[in-house]
Structure formats: structure tokens, C-alpha cells
């Protein structure tokens, strides 16, 4: 069975902070992504990694980086915080060799003041 | 860029009655449909999924349709219970962009008792 973690389900932050989102896969998966969730947006893809050291933008990228050293593990990086960035982050994974589903973590609801 | 626009955003049946949630798609080359659901606190879970060779797929009380000439795919639930009740997303992913997928911005399901 799949797992996915987040290193927080909860998580309040000020503005201007740098903030670590960490996220932990078991199952060697190649692929991982990281999205963030907001009422009436539905999940938009901010980065996603291909494979260790491999990392492409999303489709909101502006004010986050992403870090992937080890297979198991995909961090996002808020640079300095901002409440705009207050939301649910969810994490997944995915092997492409054993089809596209994703699997998604528990999610981090962030809070920045 | 690609898109998924998805309706109803709120949906309320009886229990008993069908629900339908519908989704249309952009990139013609999108080639995979995955449907999520995603109880309240909880991570999204596949449900479903349906592929662009075929037309139509259905998993006990839930199907899914897929009309590629329209670009247009609906998830179908029959006989709804209240644990049905719910977050409902679809996505698309196509052979662009990498291993990107788009969701839509989601439908939240009420199966009234």
C-alpha cells in the first residue's frame, strides 16, 4: 500500500518566514508533485519532479522552489512567506512505469499572518 | 494553456437519486481522465479512471463517459448513499506538458438521508 506523508498537517507561519513543506513517498516512485488547494480553484500544480535532482515548474510557481536530493523525499520552499500563500498543500506521487495514478499525501493547511 | 472546467461546483441529491458531475477539456491530446474523490479532512483518492480508447467504464455504482468529439467527460453515481457525500474532482492528463495533470476546480456532493 501506497504511502505518502507530510512532514505537518497544520502549520502557521508569518509573513516574510522561509517555510520547509516536507514530503515523504515509500514506494520508489519516480515522479513527485507538489499542488496547492483552494476553494473554487480545485488543485493546481505548483512544481513537479521527474526523477532525484529533477525538478520543472507547474503552473504557479512565483514565490516557491523545490528541493529533491533522495527519491523518497520532495520539499517545497516558501522563500519568504505571504498570506496569499495561505492554503492546503497536498503532495503526491506517482511510478509512470505501473500506470498515471497519483497518490496523494494527508496535505499541510498553512497558514501565513 | 490547458484547461478543466467542471459542473455543478455544488451538488444536492436525495439518497437513492443519481448524481452527475460533468468536466470539459482543452488539450485534445489529453489522453487519460482520472476522477478524485476527497472526503472532508481527508486526502483525494482515485475512484475512477477512463482511458481515450475507450468510451465508457463503470465500477459498481459509478461510471464514467467520455466523449473525445466533444472533449467532454461526466462522472455518473447511481443509487447515492450518504457516504457519497463528498468532493469530487476530474482531471485530464495528455501527452503535452510533460506528466502534468489538470484538475477541474471540483464539485462538492451532499447525498441528502
Known amino acids: 500500500d501506497v504511502k505518502v506523508t507530510q512532514s505537518s498537517r497544520y502549520l502557521v507561519k508569518r509573513t516574510g518566514e522561509k517555510v520547509f513543506l516536507e514530503c515523504v513517498q515509500d514506494m520508489d516512485h519516480e515522479n513527485m508533485f507538489w499542488y496547492r488547494q483552494d476553494p473554487g480553484l480545485g488543485l493546481r500544480l505548483i512544481y513537479f519532479s521527474y526523477d532525484v535532482k529533477m525538478k520543472e515548474k507547474g503552473d504557479i510557481p512565483e514565490g516557491y522552489s523545490v528541493s529533491r536530493e533522495k527519491k523518497e523525499r520532495f520539499s517545497l520552499i516558501l522563500e519568504s512567506a505571504s498570506t496569499n500563500q495561505t492554503s492546503m498543500y497536498l503532495c503526491?506521487?506517482?511510478?509512470?512505469?505501473?500506470?498515471?495514478?497519483?497518490?496523494f499525501g494527508p496535505g499541510t493547511r498553512l497558514t501565513v499572518t | 494553456g490547458e484547461n478543466v472546467e467542471q459542473h455543478p461546483s455544488t451538488l444536492s441529491v436525495q439518497e437513492g437519486d443519481s448524481a452527475v458531475i460533468k468536466c470539459t477539456y482543452s488539450d485534445s491530446a489529453s489522453n487519460y481522465f482520472p476522477w478524485y474523490k476527497q472526503e472532508l479532512g481527508k486526502r483525494p483518492q482515485l475512484i475512477i479512471d477512463i482511458r481515450s480508447n475507450v468510451g465508457e467504464k463503470k465500477d459498481q455504482r459509478i461510471a464514467v463517459t467520455l466523449n473525445k468529439t466533444a472533449k467532454h467527460f461526466s462522472l455518473h453515481i447511481t443509487e447515492t448513499q450518504p457516504e457519497d457525500s463528498a468532493v469530487y474532482f476530474c482531471?485530464?492528463?495528455?501527452?503535452?506538458?510533460?506528466?502534468?495533470?489538470?484538475f477541474g476546480a471540483g464539485t462538492r456532493l451532499f447525498v441528502k438521508a
Open positions: 503526491a506521487s506517482r511510478d509512470p512505469g505501473q500506470g498515471v495514478e497519483q497518490y
Open positions: 482531471a485530464a492528463r495528455g501527452n503535452t506538458g510533460g506528466f502534468k495533470t489538470i
